[in-house]
């Protein structure tokens, strides 16, 4: 029987708004209504999932609706999960809508439940028990709480091989992962039984068997088994091996784009090799990359082996090149300070060129030496709608370039600084090298500007130029005991001649002034005596550079030699050249590289010219302190000057030397607990080094060396590279100056 | 630009057309079929789509660029005629 | 066993209603957050509840929390999809992505930062274009269209930084394709004209003359007053090969040689 | 709050007023046992002499009366399960999967045939069949005499089993297999086809572990009838000629049960060891004193019932009321194989390799 709706009341509302009511009951005010229609209406109000009760009756016109809402969860407590965290826990959780303010609705809970313990046992706890209740709370809210007891891990007992001939069960069980329960299994949890491990495992028999050439070899049956205690877990793989096949011969089909000769070479295995399973893939690999250089980024190569007997195989390589493929639009994100341009002129793969995948590669490893970036990854995708369209987009991380050391700094060469000191290698995102310093403390005064543009030309042609002046008091410093002040320029040009190599030169000038302190050594007083003190000299600055390094900072692959020269040329005051060799290279010993093996080399030779005959004192190499032999304090190795200052007798000065010869064998540690960070550096060094001056009898010999071994560490921070080491001198002789803790900031070593 | 024997890199650009890619085209053919012949265009002129560019150049370690060019001619979406001036080779990098 | 809190110090609805309106009134925007999320906590479904999670989003936004005042938002569209002011979360969404975003050294240094990687602005952009087709009439219409524009003009702007790269690398298709792809999606933005100069010198470089026509007869229509035109309103594009300096040129900074 | 502790921890070990004791004929030590594995190395009563099997190869054969040892062998094979045989030979299976037959009187070895997968149970031979049954539901007969693989049933197994097979028993037409799955299959000694099947246990649960219904326990034949129980299934009469029902109780156990007139005794899987009245099913008395303790399999003795445990205790319970009637420590290593019967004696085989005969004597 039908009515017409004169009002509409709601009983029952605690916490859900009438609007809310209102806008899931589809019945408005003056409509007529039969017994279906109100049906309708009540269940479309009870999808809103709000109410777990809803009647309708009617007081004349009026239709009144009593409601019971449906609790609110009004907290949720998780007790005794140790493997699966809490916050894993209550994503799970809120994913289901069970969250705190929200509807609690009492099957959400149990399906909850059977997932939790479902994870459990998919990690090897049989024994877990979980178990969810929802207690009452006043004003209609419930609080849940979830009572888990993970019980302990079913552990693996005993793994059998069964049917394996060729390797024994020793051998195979060590390519597994899981591992049979030994007194160090509880640190390392391997023997914790979980099928994923175990499908995992049967994947490395199996690739280690056909890596072996049993092209035949299959896994009949593994079966898993647990004691009644549901304590111990035991493993049975039955396998059989088949015959173990060497290749027949080799030969490649398909369209084969590049003459057949050139894929032919990259083939490294030939007939009578055993059959090898990874062999076949990285060769197929190799063919597809070449094929990629010729633009066929989706070009396949896969080996096909066919038993030509029972123990030989015929291998033939199928290529599908598919189609040559070309970029349409290269992409960068994550570059919010770094201009466009910085990072578009390190590609070698042009837009609307072919898709070269080694240009591609290349080009993100071009972004990565740059040291701007913390990480940089690349992916092509196709453009849909096209065939042979790609878009090539690079996503980078940007990190602190620069160093700021703020006004307070301390260093042990000079004691208190006050000044700023700003250097940039990215200014403002230009990729422009740019450091402005002035530096005031006791021993040294000084203010430099330097400028860099490393791609004046788009081919990466760098011209640079930089100011500098100095004075410094080297009595505090404990060098030597006079005072040498400085002035001048560089103007500098540099260019690559091939992928990894840059020459560079430069010509500048420099104007040099000593001043004879109070206690001034006789060299230099003899120097002053037969030079004057004021030498203005002309540079003439060469060098040759090749860097495969992998990454600008702290890489971890990779090697960079360095040649340079320094020469004053004549017609400067003093003709006098420097030589001077870096050495730096990795070699990673494991594959995510956090093992790396680092040997740095530095070799410095002076000398006079013309009418010189030796370098002038002020130019010696020195050697000694961070960045150098570490252990020992900064430039106190070698010669000593004979001081004549009467109440300091014992305290005569470092001098340097002309020859410098300097070495450090390192090896990369994982940072602990700080996991893979690509910022932070930690190693254990053995540094060794000398300075020698060969015009004042003080020759090369192996005797001087000092060495030391230490553990260094190193931080790139926002204000710049921190840096220190902990060493022990190990062939210090009486009267070096040794320092166990030394450190620095803003230099990168 | 000038200094002695400063590394540059070669720079590629466009389509990659040989003789027995263009032997393919019949008239009367789709543009889609065209495409699948030749590949994707890789320059178009905006304002007039009746023709497509199949322009191909290259740049060896910035000396001059060389050029090539495939003018493929449309009525509607029906391919007419093309015409081509073909460099002898066409390197990829 | 972890006993649970008691009911006690649950305050009254209002109460959190009237601390959360007083905070937000004085902009101690902080303490409006603490409350306003406390009410919803407590009374999901009260009568404050849609303004609350309205004022929240506001609140968060004026904290410079870019992702709560966007999740505040979802949620709000979530819980009240037919609200009559969703076009305010949704106008909300994309002004925290458009504001909270710009990178620290284009906000204070002045930086240029239509060279860079837009972002946020991305999905700013989407937020806005989303408003504008389901709440044309919004009062907030007018705003996000303008800064649609905005957005627009900059995404113009990055793809002419590449097209000027492209050319001084000499690498002319490129530099075509990237101005070409100004003209079609960024029709009325101001670097249209300098992309279709672009346009058509890259023609010229290829050799394509009847399309450099067509870019130039474009050009002429759209922009006769461009400085690319002589007097008689022929066309002076550059020629972009570039000029090849003698070393001593170069070393000398241009003082000598040539 | 929640409880730490595990669910199933052992009962410590019951004071008992011994009232009854067992008496050890004579004992000796085979090899290293179990050495420490998982195995359930059953000894043999074949012919009048007695035969044990170590883990680490070595076999004995032993007059039962005396523990006079007859021959020695030592083989160099790991051994997974106990001895099976027949008039002419005995059956071992090694770790690496192999069934091997010796001679009976020498020990020395007649043949060998691979096995698809790991066993755990004493291969069971009719005179000219040998029947090997693998951990993953697969039954081989071999010929005894020859050796040469005849048929073989593949019976689906569950991705998660017990750590246990029960043997096969073999008639001369009709072989009784007992699986993983929770079913009895006869098979036709002939060709191995399956003749019927009955279903112990049905997987119900929502792990895995819920879903274990092995059948782990050999089927005692009794008149024409197999009684056969199963873990989370039931204790069942089964007619042997048609796979018939004949009755059921819900059960859930490990082990078979020991019989004595009109009654039946269950150890359950929770350590509970349960007597029946074989009428009416009727639980009689329930002895749970000894739960978790990993209980072996029951034996009777006289009028009294044996179990072992995982320390190694023997327990002795009256069959008529269950009380604990005596206790005797005999391997610290644990006792897990069954205990046979030969003439009033009971001959146990412990973990650590100790066998021994014992005889049942009065206290007073």
Redesign the interface.
């Known amino acids: 029987d039908e009515f017409t709706v004169s009002d509409i009341e709601v009983e029952g509302l605690q916490r859900v708004s009438a609007g809310n009511v209102f806008s899931a009951f589809p019945v408005g005010i003056g409509e007529s209504l039969d017994e279906q229609e109100l049906a309708d209406a009540i269940r479309n109000l009870f999808k809103t999932g709000l109410f777990t009760d809803i009647e309708a009756y009617r007081d004349e016109g009026t239709l009144i609706l009593a409601v019971r809402e449906r609790p609110a969860i009004a907290s949720i407590d998780i007790e005794g999960n140790k493997n699966i965290e809490t916050d894993a826990l209550m994503d799970a959780l809120s994913a289901a809508g069970m969250e705190e303010g929200q509807v609690f609705r009492r099957a959400t809970l149990e399906r909850l439940e059977l997932e939790i313990l479902r994870s459990y046992v998919g990690q090897g706890r049989y024994n877990a028990r979980v178990k969810a209740t929802a207690e009452e709370r006043p004003r209609n809210r419930v609080a849940v709480r979830l009572d888990i007891n993970e019980g302990d891990v079913a552990a693996i007992r005993h793994i059998n091989i069964v049917g394996n001939e060729a390797f024994s069960d020793e051998e195979l069980l060590d390519l597994f992962e899981l591992q049979t329960s030994d007194w160090w299994s509880s640190l390392t949890s391997k023997d914790k039984y979980a099928r994923e491990r175990l499908s995992g495992d049967l994947e490395t028999l199996r690739s280690h068997y056909l890596d072996e050439g049993y092209l035949d070899f299959n896994i009949e049956s593994s079966q898993v088994s647990i004691s009644p205690d549901k304590r111990d877990v035991f493993v049975a793989v039955s396998v059989t091996e088949g015959n173990q096949y060497t290749i027949s011969d080799i030969s490649l089909r398909g369209d084969l784009i590049v003459p057949e000769e050139e894929l032919t070479e990259l083939i490294d295995i030939e007939p009578g090799d055993t059959l090898s399973q990874s062999a076949l893939t990285a060769t197929s690999e190799r063919l597809s990359r070449r094929l990629g250089r010729e633009g066929y980024t989706f070009a396949n190569v896969n080996a096909i082996p066919e038993s030509t007997s029972e123990n030989t195989a015929a291998v033939t390589f199928y290529v599908e090149p598919g189609n040559r493929t070309y970029v349409r639009r290269i992409n960068f994100e994550g570059n919010v300070t770094t201009k466009d341009e910085v990072l578009r002129q390190e590609m070698t793969q042009m837009e609307g060129g072919v898709a070269s995948t080694d240009r591609i590669e290349f080009s993100k490893t071009q972004l990565e030496r740059l040291g701007f970036f913390q990480s940089v990854s690349v992916d092509t995708t196709p453009v849909p709608g096209s065939d042979d369209l790609v878009d090539v987009t690079y996503t980078v991380q940007e990190q602190p370039t620069g160093s700021l050391s703020a006004s307070i700094g301390f260093s042990q060469v000079s004691g208190v600084i006050l000044g700023a000191n700003i250097s940039e290698k990215n200014f403002f995102g230009t990729g422009k090298r740019v450091s402005i310093g002035a530096n005031f403390s006791e021993s040294i005064k000084s203010a430099n500007f330097s400028y860099e543009d490393p791609y004046y030309t788009v081919d990466g042609v760098s011209r640079g130029f930089s100011l500098f002046a100095r004075e410094t008091d080297f009595e505090e410093q404990d060098i030597s005991s006079y005072l040498l002040d400085e002035y001048g320029g560089r103007l500098t040009f540099g260019y690559p001649i091939d992928r990894f190599t840059r020459l560079n030169f430069g010509v500048g000038y420099t104007l040099s002034k000593i001043k004879a302190g109070s206690y001034t050594a006789d060299e230099v007083l003899e120097f002053i005596d037969d030079e004057g003190d004021s030498f203005g000299n002309y540079f003439l600055t060469g060098s040759w550079r090749r860097s495969t390094l992998n990454r600008g900072v702290l890489p971890t692959d990779g090697y960079s030699h360095s040649l340079s020269a320094d020469v004053a040329v004549p017609g400067s005051d003093l003709t006098f050249y420097k030589l001077r060799y870096k050495g730096d290279s990795f070699w990673p010993l494991n594959e995510d590289e956090t093992w790396i093996v680092r040997t740095r080399g530095e070799l410095g030779y002076g000398d006079g010219y013309g009418d010189r005959s030796q370098m002038p004192f002020y130019e010696h190499f020195y050697a000694g302190g961070y960045g150098s032999v570490r252990g020992y304090r900064a430039n106190s190795l070698g010669n000593r000057e004979l001081t004549n200052n009467p109440n300091d007798s014992d305290d005569d000065d470092p001098f340097g030397g002309n020859v410098l010869t300097e070495g450090t064998l390192e090896l990369i540690v994982p940072t602990p607990f700080a996991g893979d960070t690509r910022s932070m550096r930690t190693s254990v060094f053995l540094d060794a080094g000398q300075v020698f001056d060969t015009t004042r009898g003080f020759d090369p010999d192996l005797g001087e060396i000092r060495t030391s071994v230490g553990i260094g560490f190193q931080w790139i921070t926002v204000v710049g590279p921190l840096a220190f080491s902990l060493a022990q001198p190990l062939t210090d002789q009486s009267g070096d100056e040794t320092q166990v803790f030394q450190f620095s900031l803003g230099q990168s070593f | 630009?000038?200094?002695p024997?400063?590394?540059?890199?070669n720079?590629?650009?466009?389509?990659?057309v040989t003789e027995e890619a263009i032997a393919q085209l019949e008239p009367g053919m789709s543009r889609s079929q065209v495409h699948s012949a030749l590949?994707?265009p890789?320059?178009?002129?905006?304002?007039?789509t009746s023709?497509e560019?199949y322009?191909y150049?290259f740049?060896e370690a910035?000396g001059d660029?060389r050029?090539q060019?495939v003018v493929v001619h449309y009525d509607g979406d029906t391919y007419t005629h093309l015409e081509k001036q073909l460099l002898d080779e066409q390197p990829?990098? | 066993c972890a006993s649970t809190q008691e009911e006690a110090d649950v305050l009254p609805e209002e109460a959190y209603y009237e601390e959360a309106r007083k905070a937000m009134n004085s902009g101690n925007f902080n303490r409006a957050e603490t409350n306003l999320d406390q009410l919803e906590t407590y009374y999901p479904f009260g009568r404050y509840a849609e303004q609350a999670q309205l004022d929240l989003i506001y609140a968060r936004y004026q904290n410079l929390d870019l992702e709560g005042a966007r999740s505040a938002a979802d949620r709000f569209l979530r819980l009240n999809p037919q609200s009559e002011y969703a076009d305010y979360a949704l106008y909300m969404r994309g002004l925290a992505s458009y504001n909270l975003d710009v990178g620290l050294a284009t906000r204070y240094l002045g930086v240029d930062p239509t060279d860079r990687d837009p972002g946020e602005q991305r999905r700013a952009f989407q937020d806005f274009s989303e408003l504008l087709n389901r709440y044309p009439d919004s009062d907030y219409a007018p705003d996000a269209r303008q800064r649609m524009i905005a957005i627009r003009n900059r995404l113009a702007e990055l793809e002419l930084h590449a097209a000027r790269y492209y050319i001084r690398r000499q690498a002319y298709l490129a530099a075509n394709n990237r101005a070409r792809y100004v003209v079609e999606n960024y029709p009325e933005s101001p670097s249209t004209e300098e992309a279709l100069i672009l346009m058509a010198e890259t023609y010229q470089a290829l050799k394509l003359d009847d399309a450099a026509s067509d870019a130039i007869r474009l050009l002429a229509v759209n922009y006769p007053e461009s400085e690319a035109f002589g007097r008689n309103m022929t066309f002076q594009g550059r020629d972009l090969t570039p000029e090849n300096r003698s070393l001593l040129n170069v070393v000398t900074f241009g003082l000598l040689g040539n | 709050c929640s409880s730490t502790e595990n669910y199933e921890e052992p009962d410590p070990v019951p004071e008992v007023v011994s009232t009854v004791s067992l008496k050890s004929q004579w004992s000796l030590t085979v090899g290293d046992g179990h050495d420490g594995q998982y195995l359930q190395l059953e000894p043999a009563i074949i012919g009048g002499s007695l035969y044990a099997v170590s883990a680490d190869g070595e076999l004995l054969a032993v007059g039962p009366a005396t523990g006079d040892v007859r021959w020695r062998n030592e083989l160099d094979e790991t051994i997974m399960a106990g001895v099976g045989g027949d008039s002419r030979h005995l059956y071992l299976v090694t770790g690496n999967a192999e069934l091997l037959a010796l001679d009976r009187d020498s020990g020395d070895e007649v043949w060998r045939l691979r096995m698809p997968n790991e066993v755990l149970a004493a291969p069971q031979s009719n005179g000219n069949l040998v029947l090997t049954q693998t951990i993953d539901g697969k039954v081989v007969a071999a010929d005894a005499g020859s050796g040469e693989r005849l048929w073989q049933y593949d019976a689906p197994a569950p991705a998660l089993s017990i750590r246990a097979t029960g043997a096969p028993v073999v008639g001369r037409e009709l072989a009784l297999v007992t699986l993983a799955n929770g079913r009895m299959v006869a098979l036709s000694t002939a060709n191995g086809q399956p003749v019927w099947q009955y279903t112990v246990g049905e997987p119900a649960g929502r792990t895995e572990l819920e879903r274990l219904v092995d059948v782990t326990a050999q089927p005692v034949v009794v008149e024409g009838a197999a009684l056969v129980a199963g873990y989370q299934g039931k204790l069942a009469l089964v007619d042997i000629r048609n796979g018939e029902e004949i009755w059921s109780r819900a059960t859930s156990t490990f082990h078979s049960p020991a019989l004595a007139p009109n009654k039946i005794f269950i150890v359950r899987d929770n350590g509970d060891v349960v007597g029946l009245d074989a009428s009416s099913l009727e639980e009689v008395w329930v002895q749970d004193a000894l739960s978790w303790r990993r209980l072996s399999a029951p034996a009777t003795i006289g009028d009294q019932l044996v179990v072992g445990d995982f320390e190694g205790y023997l327990h002795i319970l009256s069959q008529d009321n269950g009380q604990l009637q005596g206790q005797l420590e005999f391997d610290d290593e644990g006792i897990r194989a069954p205990m046979l019967r030969w003439e009033n004696r009971l001959i146990v085989y412990g973990n650590g390799g100790r066998l021994a005969v014992f005889t049942l004597e009065d206290r007073e």
């Open positions: 630009c000038v200094f024997g400063v590394y540059k890199i720079v590629q650009q466009g389509n990659i590949g994707t890789l320059t178009l002129n905006a304002a007039d023709v560019y322009v150049t740049q910035g660029i050029k060019k990829a990098y």
